[in-house]
């Protein structure tokens, strides 16, 4: 069974990048039937979809975040990457990676999350 | 952006209780609406795709209905484990938009 897990930083400076990797197991992320996605949690608030990547590289961000977000994917090594610049304390949250399949559209499995904290 | 608007943001029930969650979108999303369960310290788990469609292994005590703008989520008979947050996420669109959540407590 698919598995997945998100791994980097704990704690970025403000105006820094913010950088996850989140590790695929159990299957392949070069299967054609599945999206990537990361959402992300601020403590005590809900959920924002952040964007997308399929393992061909297309991807597609929420408007909210595209100037500053990149999401990329390393298919050798059954990954794919968050990188979120310009961080402020509005981006400390808990960031998931999430398994999307589409038509019907959901989101299974997710990763456990980690939270990063953008702090001085 | 579609938003969503869940009611009511929080309700206190008891074990045994039938629970109605009540989801709204600003525009008519068909019913490519969905709906998760989140506990404290968890992941969000997928309960129903497509408005009405119950993922493998949840519970049949869970349905989902709607279409259009109005959705609802219920709970049949409230278990203990139960007791989470909830989101409804519509897809009929990019941006993916979550409703702010439904937090169902013990009474």
């Known amino acids: 069974q698919v598995q997945l897990q998100e791994s980097g930083p704990g704690l970025v400076k403000p105006s820094q990048t913010l950088s996850l990797t989140c590790t695929v197991s159990?299957?392949?992320?070069?299967?054609?039937?599945?999206?990537w996605s990361w959402i992300r949690q601020p403590p005590g608030k809900g959920l924002e979809w952040i964007g997308y990547?399929?393992?061909?590289?297309?991807?597609y961000y929420n408007p909210s975040l595209k100037s500053r977000v990149t999401i990329s994917v390393d298919t050798s090594k059954n990954q794919f990457s968050l990188k979120l610049s310009s961080v402020t304390a509005a981006d400390t949250a808990v960031y998931y990676c999430?398994?999307?399949?589409?038509?019907?559209?959901?989101?299974?499995?997710w990763g456990q999350g980690t939270l990063v904290t953008v702090s001085s | 952006a579609i938003q969503m608007t869940q009611s009511p943001s929080s309700l206190s029930a008891s074990v045994g209780d039938r629970v109605t969650i009540t989801c709204r979108a600003s525009?008519?999303?068909?019913?490519?609406l969905g709906w998760y369960q989140q506990k404290p310290g968890k992941a969000p788990k997928l309960l129903i795709y497509?408005?009405?469609s119950l993922q493998s292994g949840v519970p049949s005590r869970f349905s989902g209905s709607g279409s259009g703008t109005d959705f609802t989520l219920t709970i049949s008979s409230l278990q203990p484990e139960d007791f989470a947050t909830y989101y409804c996420?519509?897809?009929?669109?990019?941006?993916?938009?979550f409703g702010q959540g439904t937090k169902v407590e013990i009474k």
């Open positions: 999430a398994r999307m399949v589409e038509a019907p559209l959901r989101f299974d499995p």
């Open positions: 159990g299957g392949s992320i070069s299967s054609g039937d599945y999206y």
């Open positions: 990547i399929y393992y061909s590289g297309s991807t």
């Open positions: 525009q008519g999303i068909r019913n490519d």
């Open positions: 497509a408005a009405s």
């Open positions: 996420l519509q897809d009929y669109n990019y941006p993916l938009t």
